[in-house]
């Protein structure tokens, strides 16, 4: 679907991207992760034709960019960070006028309009001026345009910067729906964000991939195992049995009690999540609740950055 | 052509989606009239080709003044929102988009002009005028502001900051109608060029005279095309700054 070689990318004397590797199958939510410069939005940016690579070749659905690059901007949709919307028009209007620009007959943006203002949520706002949104319902409509036209491949800079709890959780279920139709590739300075939404993680330092996988292979790489949190009820004793001597298990600990159900940190030696649960329960030990360890996330992703840029 | 005519009829429709397209077509409007009024008919009596001639004279200078306050914001308004990026990541080309910026403008400033109709059709009330001279009068009008607006789009396209984009785009134009000045201290073959340049003094008074000049039809036109040429090579190169 996308396929990246030697992609540098400079302004002026500046290398704001040095060199990328990477590619992409269809139906993929790909993440972009890395601090604030790393080069994040200049990638995307040429991914999405709106920037020429310095040097390098960019390929999406078979389409160079430096040979076809009208070809290969009809197979994507993107979005900025800020939306970029015509505030004088209502939404419906620059839906339409989107449609238009992208090639689209009347018939078929009239039949697309209804399915993507459900998707993206805002039926209720398409006659509304834009202007008159709230920033919420501007990225909504901004994801709108990006997917009004059907692309094979969807960008998003930062969806989810300056939404609130509750818009971010209705964002993430937007993109999860979008992976159905197309690849989806975003990027965020937020862990969480990243690992929650996105199939794969290509974190970028300073122009650079320093690593590129699941979240539990990228914390393995660093620590040599992902960290969870489990929650189980029964002894220490039988934990201890069962764990002591798991070649899943790095290392375990106690990290609260509450009677007899124990809050338990694991270091894994890979992504064995299944197994992990699976021999704790055949131990006869009641699992309540699993989840990833967010501050090992942290490390992770601030050991990726620091020690492999250097 | 389908993506410029789109570009074209957004932004036709974005002048009168706010209010400044509408004050800045009343203020021109407005001074032509009081133009005409004062300038044209005066207070002494006049030939009435004479009262048309003067129509058409300042005219020309608020066609150019209109010219470059209407395209000052065509691109430079969208890089400074962002809304380029529409322009940008859509499968249409560096000139389709520039075409369609210039049609909306030159759009604008044909509709300012035909207002501007009824002025001379007040001269039939006391006097007579040929037909031709109007039509001709006209048809040098649409061709300066066709000019005019192109420099504007160029103008426009060079920086996000439109009072920028108007400051350049107005100086560029008053280059080119002082250019028969500079042409009298010019050495050969400058002279020979900024004499033939000069927007207004060779090209234009023509037309306001009644006369079809097909040489200067064909300045205009160059220059048109010139302009619009610059403003697709800016454009392509914000894909590689």
């Known amino acids: ?310 | 052509m389908n993506a410029s005519l789109t570009i074209a009829k957004r932004d036709f429709a974005g002048y009168f989606n706010t209010p400044w397209g509408h004050a800045v077509i009343a203020a021109i409007l407005l001074v032509d009239g009081l133009l005409f009024n004062a300038y044209a008919l005066g207070n002494s009596a006049k030939y009435s080709t004479d009262v048309l001639n003067e129509f058409f004279y300042f005219s020309a200078g608020t066609t150019m003044i209109a010219s470059v306050i209407l395209t000052m914001r065509l691109f430079a308004e969208e890089k400074s929102e962002g809304t380029l990026l529409v322009l940008d990541t859509s499968p249409v080309t560096d000139a389709q988009i520039v075409w369609g910026k210039f049609l909306a403008g030159f759009g604008v400033i044909a509709l300012l002009t035909l207002l501007t109709v009824y002025m001379p059709a007040l001269i039939f009330v006391n006097g007579k005028v040929s037909l031709g001279q109007i039509a001709a009068g006209y048809i040098g009008l649409l061709a300066l502001g066709g000019a005019t607006v192109a420099i504007g789009v160029w103008s426009s396209s060079l920086t996000p900051n439109q009072y920028v984009a108007g400051a350049v785009g107005g100086i560029v134009v008053v280059l080119f109608l002082l250019a028969w000045m500079l042409a009298r201290i010019a050495d050969p073959p400058f002279e020979a060029v900024l004499s033939y340049s000069a927007l207004y003094d060779r090209h234009y008074q023509p037309f306001s005279k009644g006369e079809i000049n097909t040489e200067s039809l064909i300045f205009f036109a160059s220059m048109t095309g010139l302009f619009l040429l610059f403003s697709t090579r800016n454009l392509a190169g914000r894909r590689w700054k």
């Open chain 1, 1 to 310: 679907m996308i396929e990246v070689q030697g992609l540098s990318r400079y302004y002026g004397r500046h290398r704001a991207v040095d060199g990328l590797d990477f590619s992409i199958d269809s139906n993929q939510v790909v993440g972009f992760l890395g601090l604030n410069g790393a080069g994040k939005t200049t990638t995307l940016k040429v991914l999405a034709g709106v920037l020429m690579p310095t040097a390098g070749t960019v390929k999406i659905d078979g389409h160079d960019l430096n040979d076809a690059p009208i070809a290969l901007r009809s197979q994507i949709g993107f979005l900025p960070e800020t939306p970029p919307l015509h505030a004088d028009m209502r939404v419906r209007d620059f839906l339409e006028y989107v449609a238009e620009l992208r090639g689209m007959s009347a018939e078929a943006t009239k039949a697309r309009l209804g399915i993507v203002a459900e998707q993206t949520e805002i039926t209720d706002v398409l006659d509304r001026v834009v202007s008159t949104l709230s920033h919420g319902y501007r990225k909504r409509v901004g994801i709108a345009q990006a997917i009004l036209h059907q692309p094979k491949l969807v960008i998003l800079d930062e969806p989810i910067s300056g939404l609130d709890p509750a818009q971010i959780v209705e964002m993430r279920q937007i993109i999860s729906g979008l992976a159905q139709d197309c690849t989806v590739l975003l990027s965020s300075h937020i862990l969480a964000e990243v690992s929650q939404t996105c199939d794969r993680i290509l974190v970028l330092s300073e122009g650079r991939i320093v690593a590129d996988g699941t979240e539990a292979e990228l914390s393995a790489r660093v620590q040599g195992g992902a960290g969870i949190r489990l929650t189980v009820r029964g002894t220490t004793e039988s934990v201890s049995a069962t764990l002591d001597d798991n070649e899943s298990v790095e290392k375990w600990n106690v990290e609260a009690t509450n009677g007899d159900v124990l809050t338990l940190g694991v270091t894994l030696t890979g992504d064995h999540r299944e197994a992990v649960v699976k021999a704790l329960s055949d131990a006869g030990l009641g699992i309540r609740s699993l989840s990833g360890d967010d501050s090992e996330l942290e490390t992770v992703f601030l050991d990726l950055t620091r020690v492999e840029a250097t």
